[in-house]
C-alpha cells in the first residue's frame, strides 16, 4: 500500500514568490492535514479536512496560506506571497477518520527555503 | 493552553540498555497520548497510543506509561539498538474537548551507542 505523497520534496524560492505543496494521502483516508514544522520542533497544526471540508484553519494564517481539497482526495497548499520566516518543513498526513484517537501517517514533507 | 515538555537534550545510551523518555503536559488530561519516531529527513511514524484510561501500554521492545495524577507519559526502550536512533515524538489528542487537535511536543533525539 503506498504512503502519503507529497511533492515537491524541496522548493527554494525568493521572498514574495508564491509557492505551491501538493499531497495524495492513502487512499480511503477521509481526514488529511497539513503541519508545519520547524527545526527543533514538533509539528504544529495548519489545517485539518474532513473529505473536502475544512474543519479546523485556525492556524492558518488566511493572508497569505490557502488550501483546498476539491474532491476530498488530493489537497494543495499554497503560500503567496512567501515571508522569509515561512521557511520550514511543510508535511501532510492523513488517517482513516477524524475524530480522536486515529493513528496519523505522514508524508516525507516539502523542505522550504526563502531566500 | 496545553503546553507538551519533552527533554531538549539528547539522550546518549549505550546499546542493550533501557532508554526512557519522559512527556509532561501543563493543562488537562489528553483523551488519548500518542508516541512518533522521526528519522532526519522522513516524517514522523507512529509507535504506540495509550487512552486516559490505561496505565501501561507495550509493544515489542516498546512500553509507555500514563499518569494522568503526574500529568505525565513515559516512553521505554528495551534493550536498545543503534537502529533505535531517531528522534520520539509525544503528541497528546485532547478528544471532542480541545477539538480533536492533536498536539506535539518537540521532541527527543535519542542516540544509541554500538
Known amino acids: 500500500e503506498a504512503g502519503v505523497v507529497q511533492s515537491p520534496r524541496y522548493k527554494i524560492i525568493e521572498k514574495k514568490q508564491p509557492v505551491a505543496f501538493w499531497c495524495n494521502p492513502i487512499?480511503?483516508?477521509?481526514?488529511l492535514y497539513w503541519y508545519l514544522q520547524n527545526l527543533g520542533q514538533g509539528p504544529e497544526l495548519l489545517i485539518r479536512?474532513?473529505?473536502?471540508?475544512?474543519?479546523?484553519d485556525s492556524q492558518l494564517p488566511k493572508d497569505r496560506f490557502s488550501a483546498e481539497r476539491l474532491k476530498g482526495v488530493d489537497s494543495t497548499l499554497k503560500i503567496q506571497p512567501a515571508e522569509l520566516g515561512d521557511s520550514a518543513v511543510y508535511l501532510c498526513?492523513?488517517?482513516?477518520?477524524?475524530?480522536?484517537?486515529?493513528?496519523?501517517?505522514f508524508g516525507p514533507g516539502t523542505r522550504l527555503t526563502v531566500l | 493552553s496545553q503546553k507538551i515538555e519533552q527533554n531538549s537534550e539528547a539522550l546518549n545510551i549505550q546499546e542493550g540498555k533501557t532508554a526512557t523518555l519522559t512527556c509532561n503536559y501543563t493543562?488537562?488530561?489528553?483523551?488519548?497520548l500518542q508516541w512518533y519516531r522521526q528519522d532526519p529527513g522522513r516524517g514522523p511514524v507512529f509507535l504506540l497510543l495509550?487512552?486516559?484510561?490505561?496505565k501501561e501500554k507495550r509493544k515489542e521492545r516498546l512500553k509507555v506509561t500514563f499518569d494522568t495524577t503526574l500529568k505525565q507519559s513515559l516512553f521505554h526502550i528495551t534493550a536498545s539498538q543503534p537502529a533505535d536512533s531517531a528522534t520520539y515524538l509525544c503528541a497528546l489528542d485532547p478528544g471532542n474537548t480541545g477539538g480533536f487537535k492533536t498536539i506535539f511536543g518537540a521532541g527527543t533525539r535519542l542516540f544509541v551507542k554500538a
Open positions: 493543562n488537562y488530561s489528553p483523551a488519548y
Open positions: 498526513a492523513s488517517s482513516l477518520q477524524g475524530g480522536t484517537g486515529n493513528e496519523q501517517f
Open positions: 479536512y474532513e473529505n473536502e471540508e475544512a474543519v479546523d
Open positions: 495509550i487512552r486516559e484510561n490505561e
Open positions: 487512499s480511503g483516508h477521509n481526514t
